[in-house]
């Protein structure tokens, strides 16, 4: 069994472009692409498309990799590995439901 400190999470940033037709094709492409390597309802955050982040538990190196030959032209992604002990300890805020 792993420690806290071993098992890492990939904290992924993107900003992709929308302003064509063909730039929209490539960014649902590239949503696909995150979900199969893991990033699912409740780990991936859509502010609108073409930006978000994500957040998958596949090894670090390879969502690199594969993040990286499949970024659209002129998009833009950002990885950041983090342990289970770093994720234990992040803060999510929630507003109070009316």
């Not at 792993?2 to 590239?30: N, V």
Request: proline letters at 4%; glycine letters at 12%; one cysteine or more.
């Amino acid at each position: 069994m792993k420690s806290g400190f071993q098992m890492t999470w990939t904290l992924i940033g993107y900003q992709l472009p929308t302003d064509t037709a063909e730039a929209k094709r490539g960014a649902r492409q590239f949503r696909r692409v995150l979900l199969s390597l893991g990033a699912g309802k409740g780990t991936l955050q859509d502010f609108r498309l073409g930006r978000g982040v994500g957040l998958i538990s596949c090894d670090y190196n390879r969502a690199c990799k594969t993040l990286s030959e499949n970024v659209p032209p002129n998009g833009e992604v950002r990885c950041v590995p983090i342990t289970d002990k770093q994720y234990e300890h992040s803060y999510i805020g929630w507003g109070k439901l009316k």
